[in-house]
């Protein structure tokens, strides 16, 4: 968990994927922020408007983060996207401190039309360039 926790702190942009109705994949780069409990669910915003909404309520994904200078990423395809409880500005504090300027690029109306989904991982894999380990949260 504390290697975990490593990889987390070093990162806070991922590619998620998902598909569409046809099966269609379809990846985009997004920005995510970590509560202070559980760093194994990831929370992010999307605008209402977005086709992604109709695949991320599908409940189906995969990430992978953006390397970091040491070359770590963390991978997944076992976990679960749900719309979380939260507003965007009830967690304006965390982007302000693991997403600098993200709530500075949205108006007020923005902020409050914005979605928010939690990726809650099951397992990971944590890669860099000399370490490879799977680190399980939830068994199935």
């Known amino acids: 968990m504390r290697k975990f926790q490593k ?16 099966g269609q994949p379809s990846s985009r780069q997004m920005r995510f922020i970590v509560l202070d409990d559980a ?15 109709e695949e991320l309520d599908r409940g189906l994904a995969a ?6 200078s040491e070359g770590m990423t963390i991978a997944s395809s076992r976990l679960r ?5 939260y507003k965007l500005d009830e967690l304006a504090d965390y982007y302000n401190a693991q ?3 993200f709530m500075d690029s949205l108006s007020a109306e923005d902020r409050e039309r914005e979605i928010i989904y939690a990726i809650e991982l ?6 860099s360039w000399t370490q490879h ?8």
């Open 7 to 22: 990889f987390v702190n070093q990162t806070n942009e991922m590619m998620l994927s998902t598909s569409d109705e046809n």
């Open 39 to 53: 760093p194994n669910i990831w929370y992010f915003g999307t605008a209402p408007d977005t086709p992604k909404i």
């Open 63 to 68: 990430i992978h983060t953006m390397p970091t």
């Open 81 to 85: 996207v749900y719309r979380a409880q």
């Open 99 to 101: 997403v600098p300027g």
């Open 122 to 127: 099951k397992s990971a894999r944590l890669d």
């Open 133 to 140: 380990e799977e680190v399980t949260f939830i068994n199935d």
